[in-house]
């Protein structure tokens, strides 16, 4: 029998994220501190509007763009919280999470052997898409010392002239590493010298501790070129929901579209409903679980620094990245023995690029009581490693 796979899906390693977490599941007593799930339920105004709608009987397919409704309050809720304007008609769609729209960007944009630029550490999916669009992922490797940060001199360095695309993922998973405005100004200049694109996936845009998220789609000249990604998942706990959006200049969000309405034809009508109630009324939702987010990193960054582990201060998402360089041990290693032995999940940065090497994932999107627990046995685990140094 002929060989029934794809060259190109067999390449591609499945992701490093849930490896640990198979393993999590079938032990006892085990706390997980990996996956990039919100710990708190979905807001009661937005199930309520979701039980609503199906009690109406709204179980029908909705435009293949997503709710004109929907898409009018995502319009507001942009102008209102970034300072940018789009045609709720002709440049915005709703997907099924963030993460469709970043696969059929990066279809609708790519030619077989054109470059896309991916500063890594970041998230899992953005290179294999990439590959299964037939682009070429050309990686930037962020550094610590730039606090995770894209860097306008990383930026130039692995410009070509077959380069398309410039993803950028911040605020960051997995670093929580965030860009502020100036920052964007500068790689703004440089996207626009050398005729670029960017696709902007700004899901953990409203987990900012430092300051508000600014989006280079809103610095002049920027909407035309970027496609930005966005969702409900992280920021309102709808991650069951599978609902995103994408706003992008007309010509680009047509072509979108048209993949989207071959693979998915709409995104679920009752997820679509529950998330305008989460637009209009969402917003102290958003506050409050932000604040919990924001009390829970104050906690690791003490912990840690009790503990002697290094890390460097993430403003945004709901992650850690500390260094666990000084052990001698891969990324891999010391995960599958914190595992073992203190029975704690985390995910090695090399999941994230072979850049992460040196690190680990830690989310804090997880209650206090199971994180005291958890960063207990971890430092535990440091001062047997100590002794054993």
Not at 53 to 70: I, P, V
Not at 180 to 188: G, M, P, S, Y
Not at 367 to 380: F, N
Request: glycine letters at 6%; a negative charge.
């Amino acid at each position: 029998m002929r060989n029934p796979l794809s060259d190109k899906i067999v390449s591609i390693p499945p992701s490093g994220i849930r490896k640990f977490f198979d393993i999590v599941n079938e032990m006892k007593d085990a706390i997980s501190l990996g996956v990039g799930e919100p710990d708190f339920d979905t807001p009661w105004h937005v199930r309520e509007e979701g039980i609503y709608s199906l009690e109406k009987g709204r179980t029908f397919y909705t435009s293949n763009a997503g709710l004109r409704e929907l898409k009018v309050e995502i319009c507001k809720y942009l102008e209102r919280r970034m300072d940018v304007v789009y045609s709720p008609d002709h440049e915005v769609m709703v997907t099924v999470g963030g993460s469709e729209a970043i696969d059929i960007a990066l279809r609708a944009m790519l030619n077989p052997g054109d470059e896309v630029l991916i500063p890594q550490p970041s998230y899992v999916s953005y290179v294999p898409c990439t590959v299964l669009a037939d682009g070429v992922p050309v990686i930037i490797e962020l550094e610590e010392k730039d606090q995770f940060k894209l860097t306008k001199e990383k930026l130039l360095e692995k410009i070509t002239p077959k380069t398309k695309i410039l993803i950028l993922p911040f605020p960051n998973n997995p670093t929580g590493a965030i860009m502020e405005k100036h920052e964007l100004e500068e790689i703004a200049q440089i996207v626009e010298e050398h005729d670029l694109f960017v696709i902007s996936d700004e899901i953990y845009s409203e987990l900012t501790y430092k300051q508000q998220h600014a989006t280079i789609a809103a610095l002049p000249g920027m909407k035309e070129r970027t496609v930005l990604i966005n969702g409900f998942s992280k920021a309102y706990a709808m991650t069951g929901w599978r609902l995103g959006y994408a706003c992008a200049p007309e010509m680009i969000l047509k072509q979108m579209l048209k993949i989207h309405q071959y693979a998915i034809m709409c995104a679920p009508t009752t997820s679509q409903y529950a998330a305008i109630s989460a637009m209009r009324s969402g917003d102290p939702d958003v506050e409050m679980m932000r604040e919990s987010y924001n009390q829970r990193r104050r906690y690791l960054m003490h912990a840690f620094k009790e503990m002697g582990l290094e890390c460097f201060e993430p403003y945004g998402a709901f992650y850690t990245f500390p260094s666990i360089k000084r052990f001698g041990m891969t990324s891999d290693e010391f995960a599958t023995r914190l595992l073992r032995e203190e029975k704690v999940a985390v995910v090695p940065g090399t999941a994230f690029g072979d850049c992460g090497e040196g690190y680990l994932r830690i989310s804090y999107a997880y209650s206090l009581e199971s994180l005291k627990k958890a960063l207990e046995r971890i430092g535990r685990f440091v001062k047997k490693l100590d002794a054993e140094g």
